[in-house]
């Protein structure tokens, strides 16, 4: 996509669409629909009657982390967001500073062996950078008071085997009583973690989560899920447990723990064998699927890490649309809607929501990319419904 779109300052969604105004819920945005280069607008709380009966749509259950908290470097404050949990138990972080406004800038990362203090007596000891994104992420353990792991540790009134398992305890216990969700500064201020969740997510077994919503399917509500299951709309549920995004450098995404279900598999290929269309909600969603495919097209249950990066020179195999939120012009995200929508269709649509006041970010409007309809299945559409 081209770079060249500016999009202002005053169109990013500083709050929630619910607390814009009285009588409002999350399904309160815009919704910029895509078929081609065809675009038009409408109300998110319209989704029902533009998709069909034997749609099928592709939702991340991972739920979010509040996963920003504050630590101490000698005197000096900084940030610490926990971003992707390793199977060692080990954190991919990221360091930031404090700014004046109640949110963070981006600082350099390391050396090696940096010890950051958290609350709690806890300790954050950085062991290698994250080399995929250039230093930015380490790689760090977290240990109890002191600095010293001994045998067995009380986290959160039990008592865990120190490894990975204790680690985990550990780190969730940190984020549940002193963490709070991810922000940045063009948000207005800090918001309750019941705010980044989305309908869709449900608890991890393993206390696993996402650094930052997988925000397409915030507007979502009870309400229009009903409605669109009473229109014959399925749903497929997967995981994948986003890290914390590039906000200044927008760097493609590294590895990130998936899973695909077994009953989420058939679903999905049934209804690619089918009439339906399989509709990713979220890049997120995307990512899962497409990493589950095998060369047969055939999706498949699985489980595990993902470094696939979904380009127009890889293409999508699985989804045939997809809900998004908007992303800024130079977001590596953008390369993923061009691998469903081509160039010309994210470029039409992109100067469209410019042209129309769109407002970007996970607070913000959506747009659903559709595929081109045929004359015949428009019709039978429009005499269906």
Not at 190 to 201: K, R
Not at 214 to 231: D, G, K, N, Q
Not at 284 to 313: F, H, I, Y
Not at 316 to 328: A, I, M, N, S, Y
Request: glycine share 10%.
């Amino acid at each position: 996509m081209t770079t060249a779109l500016h999009v202002p300052e005053e169109l990013s969604a500083r709050i929630p669409a619910e607390q814009r105004g009285p009588g409002l819920d999350r399904d309160a945005v815009r919704l910029l629909v895509s078929r081609g280069t065809e675009v038009a607008h409408h109300a998110f709380a319209e989704l029902p009657r533009l998709l069909r009966a034997g749609d099928l749509l592709v939702v991340n259950t991972s739920p979010t982390l509040a996963a920003a908290v504050d630590g101490r470097i000698g005197h000096a404050r900084v940030v610490v967001h926990f971003s992707t949990r390793g199977d060692d138990g080990r954190w991919a972080v990221e360091l930031r500073d404090p700014d004046e406004r109640g949110t963070t800038r981006a600082r350099a990362g390391g050396p090696e062996g940096t010890e950051v203090r958290l609350p709690g007596g806890m300790r954050l000891r950085l062991e290698e950078p994250l080399s995929a994104v250039g230093g930015r992420l380490w790689w760090a353990r977290v240990s109890g008071a002191g600095g010293s792991r001994t045998a067995t540790e009380a986290v959160d009134g039990l008592t865990t085997v120190s490894g990975q398992a204790g680690a985990g305890a550990r780190v969730g216990g940190l984020l549940r009583e002193y963490g709070r969700p991810i922000r940045y500064s063009y948000t207005e201020r800090d918001q309750p973690l019941s705010v980044y969740q989305t309908v869709f997510a449900l608890p991890s077994s393993d206390g696993a989560g996402s650094a930052e919503m997988p925000s397409a399917a915030r507007p979502f509500t009870a309400r229009l899920v009903a409605e669109l299951v009473s229109r014959g709309v399925q749903f497929a549920p997967v995981t994948l447990h986003t890290g914390v995004a590039s906000a200044e450098a927008h760097e493609a995404p590294y590895p990130e723990r998936f899973a695909v279900p077994e009953a989420s598999a058939r679903l999905i290929n049934a209804v690619k064998a089918g009439d339906g269309r399989v509709v990713a909600v979220g890049t997120t969603a995307v990512r899962a699927v497409e990493s589950a495919v095998g060369a047969d097209g055939a999706v498949r249950a699985r489980a595990g890490w993902t470094d696939l990066v979904v380009t127009p020179e890889r293409g999508v195999r699985v989804v045939d649309g997809l809900l998004t939120g908007l992303h800024e012009p130079e977001a590596s995200h953008l390369l993923m809607l061009e691998a469903v929508a081509g160039r010309a269709a994210i470029d039409r649509a992109y100067t469209e929501a410019l042209r129309g006041l769109y407002l970007w970010h996970e607070f913000g409007d959506v747009h659903l990319i559709l595929p081109e309809e045929s004359p015949h299945t428009e019709h039978c559409c429009r005499n269906c419904w």
